[in-house]
């Protein structure tokens, strides 16, 4: 079954779109709208049918351990239509600035990359400088949102001594009620893809449980709403979302425990602190850390 909507727009013209209704949820629903929109089937209901942005979020945790005292789940949002030009552009770096080392093929991740370890301990100062400057214009230019869930670790346990919660558990969500929260104020739906580790089983289990039970300040028809899907994607799948995400966590971290940020002799100053405060989610108020980095016992 169809809704068909017919709408009187200029000079009287006319125009019919048809909403198969097993993709409904995708429209965002306003009834009393203006009276040139009119459902055909029910001529005393009216409705105008908005379609709703389908987003991306892209995971990554950093755990409480030394430097850090806090659990972290940061995600990255990224619009569905910007996200091909994005991958393409971050491949296009990586071969153009270290071949060498695999070009496209080869997964960035933050710590082995700045510690130059592991896959990065023969990455050359040249390269380095390359990779680098490429992937901070690219941060800069492409329009992404961060959102972060953060525990504080040492104070939660100092004000709790025998706590029975998951601090990582509590975390994740979080993070998940910041980007129900994001997806209502943006009239959007998404899509939500973690790099697959040991405690997937947990985090689809805290997904599932809010979509049935809710949390304490969002229904479960609000998550409902706006969460379609959560998946785990492998190191190897070389998921260009999750490496963005990758290199945003560590420095949020580094942030909200007040830890100086990598520095290369050539980075500008300042320059991971300024992309983060600018991509951070706001909200409506200007308040980043409270709509964007959200942190819990703070």
Known sequence: MEIH????LIDNDIFVVSFDLTRIEYFHIVKDSPPFCRNILDGSEEYIF???????????????TPPFTVYNFTGVVLQDDVIEGFKQELNDIKDRSIPRLGG???????????GKKKEFKTLTLEEEDDLWGGLFDLFEKTNYTILSGIVLDDIY???YPNYRVDLEILAFKTLLQNFARFLHNNNGYAEIVIESSNDDEKLREEFFRIKIAGSKYITAEGYNQVFRHLKFESKEMLNEGIQLADLMANPISRLVCKRSQYKNKSFPEHV????????????TI???????IRKIFS
Do not use: C, W
């Not at 991971?272 to 909200?283: A, C, F």
């Open 104 to 114: 496209s093929t080869r997964n960035l991740h933050y710590s082995p990359l700045v």
């Open 5 to 8: 909507v017919e709408s009187n």
């Open 50 to 64: 908005m379609a709703r942005k389908k987003y991306y979020m892209f995971v990554d945790e950093v755990k409480a």
């Open 286 to 292: 200007q308040q980043p850390f409270e709509y964007g």
């Open 272 to 283: 991971y602190e300024n992309i983060l405060l600018d991509k951070v989610y706001n909200g």
């Open 157 to 159: 346990k100092k004000l």
